[in-house]
């Protein structure tokens, strides 16, 4: 009986333990969220494995409140940039060593401490350690935390461990490190500040980001590229053969978030319009398997083209996704969409790229 009680005891302790350190990130999630400003500067090394050489680049993550932002750059709330990856600096970690130097790597963008608690699964305690910051000591936790970034179709497939140096005093994180297939990065923060002006780095990439493109019109007018296709379900499909009614190619992918609106949207464009001869065809590089269970879990019908090796992304010139592209009965591309924030854009152009006197239809259901 006293054997069973300080087991339960032990327990008891451990899931208090593990409760108190996913409330401490939650804790500087918000203490980053909730300031006005926030600016992280670091520098992140990793060892390159089957070389004897170290990469080392500066990463930087800065954000705002929307009050603290002019009025073109504005959202509902904090606006973050981070930055990683550039000027890369090659040491080499064994004296006397002359093995090439690699010519690629993975970086990742570190500093991002507004979203610590953002798929936080578990969080445990599993040493301390005094680090230095700008002269400053500061004494750390050092918390290994879990992640489940599975998508939704696909639950539990992608855990993921992180671990940092947090001050639960100041509530900031002064180290992490981040795994990598191969190997893992480490970041070390330089300096770190609240609640400062905004920078006009951060004021530059906010405004250079409003003023990208929501579409492509240079490619108005431009013949469909001639390309067969395979599909998830169904014969190789050609484009061409295609030519002589509207046609709709959607581009997305399952780690996208905003592609799920856009191709249901186009979805429903396609049953409204089915009986003015609009075609809808779905482009992604997922594999058949994550496809079938995405356009399952999403109630997708449309047909879906696997373009594995990248053809159709590559001759439409897909940077990323969604992206929709209309063709016009003559085979040529009337509107080019990127980013899609809102996907009833796309509705009156649909709709003045039909057959005179077309009407809307009644949907009845799809078929993939």
Known sequence: MLRTLVVLLAFAASSLAAQSRLDLLHRVADHYNNADTFDVKGTASALIPGTSWRATYDFESEGAQPGFLPLNV??????????????????????????PRPQSFGSVPLGQYDVIAMRLVNAEKIGTETLTVDGHAYSCEIIDATYDYSPAFKPNSQIMHKHFWVAPAELVVLRETRPMPDFEWTGDVMSFSFNQPPSQRLLDSLNKFSSLPKDHPDWIGRAVPALTLTQLSGPPLKLAALQGKPLLLDFWGSYCGPCRRATQHAQDLEQRYRSSGLAVITFTQDSAADARAWADYNHVTLP???????AAFKAFDIQGVPVTILIGADGKIAHYWVGLDDPSSMDPVVAANLPANSAPSVATGTQR
């Open 304 to 310: 879906i083209v696997l373009d594995a090796n990248g």
């Open 74 to 99: 504005r959202k509902p709330y904090m606006r973050v940039v981070s930055d990683a990856g550039r000027g890369v600096r090659w040491t080499l970690a064994v004296p006397g060593a002359t093995d």
